[in-house]
């Protein structure tokens, strides 16, 4: 009982580490730049990990000429 702070401590870092691991991939991806890597992570943030799917699948949205 007394490491039931520091369990939930460690829970919650795993947690957030799994909740941005989408964010730093969709950030550090080179199929995107500027304002569509903007969305792209706009949307991983605020849709949810549905977003990251459809980034691996659909990005870029415009091909480079």
């Not at 730093?24 to 500027?34: A, D, E, M, N, Q």
């Not at 605020?46 to 870029?60: D, E, H, K």
């Amino acid at each position: 009982m007394e490491n039931s702070g520091l369990d939930g401590l460690a829970f919650l870092t795993i947690i957030g580490l799994i909740w941005l691991f989408p964010i730093i991939i969709v950030i550090s991806s080179s199929k995107t730049t500027g304002s569509e890597k903007l969305a792209w992570v706009l949307a991983v943030i605020f849709i949810s990990w549905f977003a990251w799917i459809f980034y691996l699948l659909l990005a870029p949205i415009k091909k480079k000429q």
